[in-house]
């Protein structure tokens, strides 16, 4: 079993950016695939980016080219790069660990004023 735990949310302004990180304890991280899901007021959970034990990545189409995740091993840390941030993207940012079940963080609010 694995905890999380999300930091680097806030209140940037449209343009700005933030990074989230995700530290990983409790189990082999290198091991999992580690996602990042947002949700926002009144709407479902959205996968936004994911990584795989060998690093390859994918993104959801509202994110490419603004967003990237990343993975360093070594500090079980897992991170989401977020540049040219819009007012849509405001909402809670979920860490998601996966190998067989699902691991989730506690969430963290990113809030972009227009």
């Known amino acids: 079993q694995v905890q999380l735990v999300e930091s680097g949310g806030g209140l940037v302004q449209a343009g700005g950016s933030l990074r989230l990180s995700c530290a990983a304890s409790?189990?082999?991280?290198?091991?999992?695939?580690m996602a990042w899901y947002r949700q926002a007021p009144g709407k479902q959970r959205e996968l936004v980016a994911r990584i795989n034990i060998g690093g390859y990545t994918n993104y959801a189409d509202s994110v490419k080219g603004r967003f990237t995740i990343s993975r360093d091993n070594a500090k079980n840390t897992v991170y989401l790069q977020m540049n040219m941030l819009k007012p849509d993207d405001t909402a809670v940012y979920y860490c998601?660990?996966?190998?067989?079940?699902?691991?989730w963080g506690q969430g963290t609010q990113v809030t972009v004023s227009s």
């Open positions: 998601n660990a996966w190998r067989g079940d699902h691991y």
């Open positions: 409790g189990s082999i991280f290198s091991s999992y695939m």
